[in-house]
């Protein structure tokens, strides 16, 4: 079956450091790959996305590229803000399951201090 | 409405109690799916719907939960017999599209369920 992994947090940082959480997966077909963000008493956001290998998807600063020969995803910003506070997950959907229902890894929660 | 939006926020219930959630997603969405998220974990697939038809069920933890959506559009996920471990936060999530494609998911702010 498909599983998502990503490493435990809590991850923490300074302001203006960089941030690398790191996410690997299994799966039986050709899945696309996400990190959804969760603010505090907030519903999941979609960060970014990659539909195949070798796709980088970015947004806000934060990207992730789709590497098929390690079955990443790693999630990485190059200087990270107070405001990017939160708990991120990777999750993939393969056109295989029914409604391409999304497959999540368990959570990494970032804490950046001032 | 401009999001999906999810009822009641916060329940809790006594155990053996049964509970009613809601889940009312964008309008004209085609799918339609329920996620449990247990404190500390990723949220977790139980059950998935296109339009009204339930096409998926396999992440039903047991027979005591059932879902449904009658008209397409509002669903309610049922637990009967409630225990200490279905507190969890259950979300629900809404597509404009059955299969790959569209706009994505959009994720309510789930309703946070505690069986005392």
């Known amino acids: 079956g498909n599983s998502v992994t990503q490493m435990e947090g809590p991850v923490t940082l300074s302001e203006e450091a960089f941030l690398t959480i790191n996410c690997t997966y299994t799966a039986t077909g050709y899945p696309s790959l996400f990190w959804y963000v969760q603010y505090p008493g907030e519903g999941l956001q979609l960060l970014l996305k990659?539909?195949?290998?070798?796709d980088k998807g970015s947004n806000k600063g934060f990207e992730a590229t789709y590497r098929k020969e390690t079955t990443s995803f790693h999630l990485e910003k190059g200087s990270v803000q107070v405001s990017d506070s939160a708990v991120y997950f990777c999750a993939l959907s393969d056109p295989g399951n029914a409604g391409n229902m999304l497959t999540f890894g368990g959570g990494t929660r970032l804490m950046v201090k001032p | 409405g401009a999001g999906v939006s999810q009822s009641p926020r916060y329940k809790v219930a006594k155990r053996g109690q049964d509970v009613a959630l809601r889940c009312d997603p964008i309008?004209?969405?085609?799918?339609l799916f329920w996620y449990q998220q247990a404190l500390g974990q990723g949220p977790e697939f139980l059950t998935y719907?296109?339009?009204?038809?339930?096409?998926?069920k396999s992440g039903l933890p047991s027979d005591r939960f059932f879902a449904e959506r009658p008209e397409g559009s509002v669903s309610t996920l049922k637990i009967q017999r409630t225990q200490q471990e279905d507190s969890a936060v259950y979300l629900c999530?809404?597509?404009?599209?059955?299969?790959?494609?569209?706009?994505?998911?959009?994720f309510g702010s789930g309703t946070r369920l505690t069986v005392v």
């Open positions: 719907f296109q339009n009204e038809a339930q096409l998926d």
């Open positions: 309008s004209g969405h085609v799918s």
């Open positions: 999530a809404s597509r404009n599209t059955a299969g790959t494609g569209g706009k994505g998911y959009t």
């Open positions: 990659a539909t195949k290998a070798d």
